[in-house]
């Protein structure tokens, strides 16, 4: 598979260049110079591999990717962490940066940004420099319930098009605002008129995404079914996008409008008994389909690992041809659960990928790197460059 993992889409690349990080996670203060193409994380468990990573991937994101709040990426006993980095991009090049700071009255973390210096709000670096991930957890992504392959998809919306990273954050507010009144409707303390403005925000800011998310997972489809096949996965790999709320997965915009309002109009009565949201995007799942069967119940454990790291690569590719530009792929402890060929070919294929990889391991890689490998060493929240 090795020359094909990821046939170049695209001349451009971006990558992350020279990272400053203060008091996030186990680090301190840290410059690390990344390579433009394949970079090698070492060192033993629980020296700051992951959270180099994460560092990168909160950047890009302004948020932490696998942070249960903003609060967990401040160093213990720090108020403040900030993230900096020169980001090259054949647009332009930018230095971003995202600072986090704990309110000395209300405790509460809040974030703020900066591209060359002047603030800018948090979902104006989306995109930016767009990123693709895979830690550990990301294995699970075939068994476990719909939420992660829900944030899969938004992930990649978020990054791609301003228009669908308002919307995911207006649903999240609105449904939130929404549930809120449903139980005040419930309790009585509340006409139930007040709640159509919420719902009418609720079904227009849902449909869209359901939009976009169709119309993405179309999209990551053939690319992941490609990807597995060179992998090797033996079985075809399917993608099938089950909208929530009676939306036509190839309708527009319009269709699903009609239709998630209908749906709520129908459960208004069990909303209320359950004071919560009973149709839209935040109960849609992707259905992942391996020689036709439901990957859930049909894919092996080694079947499973190949259908993620199909899904990430179908992300980069996807990224590649619509924002025209190869995103950072970030993959953490993925070589662990690879035989030594696979390994092998995973390393080439992304060496030759022309995309700036950031990949850990705990473990020596002898035989494996290609020349041009950029290696470094973390003991103790502390990055050194390797010999080669
Ligand atoms: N907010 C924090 N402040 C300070 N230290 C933290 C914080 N969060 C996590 N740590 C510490 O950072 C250490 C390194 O974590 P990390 O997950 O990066 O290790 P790792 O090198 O990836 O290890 P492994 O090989 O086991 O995956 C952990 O042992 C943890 O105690
Ligand atoms: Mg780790």
Same mark, same amino acid.
């Given at each position: 598979m090795s020359a094909q993992l990821l046939p170049v889409l695209t001349t451009g690349a971006c990558s992350v260049q020279r990272l400053r990080i203060f008091a996030f996670r186990n680090y301190v203060e840290q410059s690390v110079e990344f390579g433009s193409g394949l970079n090698v994380v070492g060192g033993s468990n629980a020296q700051g591999k992951t959270n180099l990573l994460e560092a990168v991937a909160t950047l890009l994101l302004t @948020?932490?990717?696998?942070? =249960? *709040?903003? =609060? /967990? $990426? #401040? =160093?213990? *006993?720090? /108020?403040e962490a900030l993230l900096e980095a020169r980001v090259l991009r054949p647009a332009a090049d930018r230095t971003m940066a995202v600072r986090f700071r704990r309110d000395p009255m209300s405790g509460r973390v809040t974030r703020s940004a900066t591209v060359d210096g002047s603030p800018r709000r948090a979902r104006d670096l989306l995109g930016l420099c767009p990123v693709v991930l895979f830690w550990p957890e990301d294995l699970q992504l075939v068994k476990a319930g719909p939420e992660g392959r829900r944030r899969l998809l938004d992930m990649v919306l978020a990054q791609l098009d301003q228009r669908a990273a308002l919307d995911l954050l207006r649903f999240r507010h609105v449904l939130e605002q929404r549930n809120a009144l449903l139980r005040q409707v419930r309790a009585g303390t509340t006409p139930s008129e007040a709640l159509d403005g919420f719902t009418r925000e609720l079904v227009s800011s849902g449909a869209r995404i359901q939009v976009a998310r169709a119309e993405l997972v179309r999209s990551l489809a053939p690319h992941a079914r490609a990807a597995l096949a060179q992998i090797g996965g033996g079985e075809e790999l399917g993608l099938r996008y089950l909208p929530d709320g009676g939306m036509d997965p190839d309708g527009d915009a319009v269709a699903a409008e009609t239709a998630l309002a209908a749906t709520l109009a129908q459960r208004r009565l069990e909303e209320l008994a359950r *004071?919560?949201? #009973? =149709? *839209?995007?935040? @109960?849609?799942? #992707? !259905? #992942?389909l391996i020689g036709g069967r439901p990957a859930r119940s049909a894919a092996s454990q080694g079947q499973q690992r190949s259908i993620v790291l199909a899904l990430k690569l179908a !992300? $980069? @590719?996807h990224i590649a041809v619509h924002a025209s530009v190869m995103p950072v792929l970030l993959l953490d402890d993925v070589l662990s659960e690879l035989d030594p060929q696979r390994r092998r070919d995973l390393i080439a294929g992304l060496a030759d990928a022309g995309l700036q990889t950031l990949i850990t391991s705990s473990e020596p890689l002898p035989g494996v790197l290609p020349p041009g490998t950029r290696r470094f060493e973390v003991a103790s929240g502390r990055v050194a460059v390797a010999e080669s």
């Amino acid at each position: 598979m090795s020359a094909q993992l990821l046939p170049v889409l695209t001349t451009g690349a971006c990558s992350v260049q020279r990272l400053r990080i203060f008091a996030f996670r186990n680090y301190v203060e840290q410059s690390v110079e990344f390579g433009s193409g394949l970079n090698v994380v070492g060192g033993s468990n629980a020296q700051g591999k992951t959270n180099l990573l994460e560092a990168v991937a909160t950047l890009l994101l302004t @948020r932490s990717p696998r942070a =249960a *709040g903003s =609060a /967990d $990426v #401040l =160093a213990w *006993g720090s /108020d403040e962490a900030l993230l900096e980095a020169r980001v090259l991009r054949p647009a332009a090049d930018r230095t971003m940066a995202v600072r986090f700071r704990r309110d000395p009255m209300s405790g509460r973390v809040t974030r703020s940004a900066t591209v060359d210096g002047s603030p800018r709000r948090a979902r104006d670096l989306l995109g930016l420099c767009p990123v693709v991930l895979f830690w550990p957890e990301d294995l699970q992504l075939v068994k476990a319930g719909p939420e992660g392959r829900r944030r899969l998809l938004d992930m990649v919306l978020a990054q791609l098009d301003q228009r669908a990273a308002l919307d995911l954050l207006r649903f999240r507010h609105v449904l939130e605002q929404r549930n809120a009144l449903l139980r005040q409707v419930r309790a009585g303390t509340t006409p139930s008129e007040a709640l159509d403005g919420f719902t009418r925000e609720l079904v227009s800011s849902g449909a869209r995404i359901q939009v976009a998310r169709a119309e993405l997972v179309r999209s990551l489809a053939p690319h992941a079914r490609a990807a597995l096949a060179q992998i090797g996965g033996g079985e075809e790999l399917g993608l099938r996008y089950l909208p929530d709320g009676g939306m036509d997965p190839d309708g527009d915009a319009v269709a699903a409008e009609t239709a998630l309002a209908a749906t709520l109009a129908q459960r208004r009565l069990e909303e209320l008994a359950r *004071g919560a949201t #009973l =149709a *839209g995007p935040h @109960r849609d799942d #992707l !259905e #992942l389909l391996i020689g036709g069967r439901p990957a859930r119940s049909a894919a092996s454990q080694g079947q499973q690992r190949s259908i993620v790291l199909a899904l990430k690569l179908a !992300e $980069v @590719r996807h990224i590649a041809v619509h924002a025209s530009v190869m995103p950072v792929l970030l993959l953490d402890d993925v070589l662990s659960e690879l035989d030594p060929q696979r390994r092998r070919d995973l390393i080439a294929g992304l060496a030759d990928a022309g995309l700036q990889t950031l990949i850990t391991s705990s473990e020596p890689l002898p035989g494996v790197l290609p020349p041009g490998t950029r290696r470094f060493e973390v003991a103790s929240g502390r990055v050194a460059v390797a010999e080669s």
